[in-house]
Nanobody, 118 residues
Framework: QVQFVESGGGLVQPGGSLRLSCAVS????????MSWYRQAPGKQRELVAT???????NYENSVKGRFTIYRDNAKNTVYLQMNSLKPEDTAVYYC????????????WGQGTQVTVSS
C-alpha cells in the first residue's frame, strides 16, 4: 500500500516563501514521475510542476521562476520550494506519483493547504 505524508503548508504573506514536502512509502517512488497539483476553491485541479525519475522538470507558466521542484530518492521525498508567493497561489496542494515503469499507477497525497494573504 502506498502512503503519502505531505507537510509544509500554511499561511504566508505575499512575497513570502514556503517549502512543501511529500514523503512516499513503498517502492514506487524511484519508478515514478512526481508532481504537485493545486486546486483553488471553485476551480479545477491544475498541474503546478513535475519532475521525472530522470530529474527532468516542467512547470506551469504562472510559477516559472518562482517555484522549484526537486526530489531526494534516498528519502523517497519530493519537494516544492515556493518563493515570491502571490494571493493567487492560494490553494490545496496535492502530491502525485505517476508510475512510469512496470505496472502503471497513479497515486495521490491527501493535500496540504497553502494560503497567501496579508
Amino acid at each position: 500500500q502506498v502512503q503519502f505524508v505531505e507537510s509544509g503548508g500554511g499561511l504566508v504573506q505575499p512575497g513570502g516563501s514556503l517549502r512543501l514536502s511529500c514523503a512516499v512509502s513503498g517502492s514506487i517512488f524511484r519508478l515514478s514521475a512526481m508532481s504537485w497539483y493545486r486546486q483553488a476553491p471553485g476551480k479545477q485541479r491544475e498541474l503546478v510542476a513535475t519532475i521525472t525519475s530522470e530529474t527532468i522538470t516542467n512547470y506551469e507558466n504562472s510559477v516559472k521562476g518562482r517555484f522549484t521542484i526537486y526530489r531526494d530518492n534516498a528519502k523517497n521525498t519530493v519537494y516544492l520550494q515556493m518563493n515570491s508567493l502571490k494571493p493567487e497561489d492560494t490553494a490545496v496542494y496535492y502530491c502525485n506519483a505517476r508510475k512510469t515503469r512496470g505496472t502503471p499507477g497513479d497515486y495521490w497525497g491527501q493535500g496540504t493547504q497553502v494560503t497567501v494573504s496579508s
